[in-house]
């Protein structure tokens, strides 16, 4: 075996199972443009298990997604997305007024929901790989 001076804990290890549920909340927008919701996201928004309705919004400045329960954060003139018992939901208008066509698929994490700007019972979902300052 090679000496390997970056040596970890992994290379030590000899065996472990590795679970296939990272806990992370995410959304993602895949290929075929659509929106899904990952379980720990929808655990988070405190979603039902089979479908339901989210309004959506897209911070262009911060690469963000923000969605809201429509009971919940009232916009006028907003048609929510259906998502089916899978969690997923066509969004190619979503992503064509975004202007994501260039970067699919593309995955969102939870940035959190205490954001000024955005209303109460929303919910941020940062692009993977953009450290956002807020502007």
């Given at each position: 075996?090679?000496?390997?001076?970056?040596?970890?804990?992994?290379?030590?290890?000899?065996?472990?199972?590795?679970t296939n549920n990272s806990g992370e909340a995410y959304v993602t927008i895949d290929n075929q443009q659509r929106l899904y919701i990952s379980r720990p996201a929808r655990d988070l928004m405190n979603l039902p298990t089979e479908k339901f309705r989210l309004i959506a919004g897209y911070d262009f400045a911060n690469h963000r997604i923000v969605l809201a329960k429509p009971e919940v954060v009232r916009v006028t003139e907003?048609?929510?997305?259906?998502?089916?018992?899978?969690?997923?939901s066509?969004?190619?208008?979503?992503?064509?007024?975004?202007?994501?066509?260039?970067?699919?698929?593309?995955?969102?994490?939870?940035?959190?929901?205490?954001?000024?700007?955005?209303?109460?019972?929303?919910?941020?979902?940062v692009r993977e790989g953009h450290e956002s300052e807020d502007v």
């Open positions: 075996m090679p000496n390997n001076a970056n040596t970890g804990e992994a290379s030590r290890k000899q065996f472990e199972w590795i907003v048609k929510p997305f259906k998502f089916d018992k899978r969690a997923y066509n969004a190619k208008h979503f992503v064509s007024r975004a202007s994501l066509h260039d970067s699919l698929p593309t995955r969102f994490i939870y940035a959190g929901k205490d954001y000024s700007e955005y209303p109460e019972g929303s919910y941020a979902f």
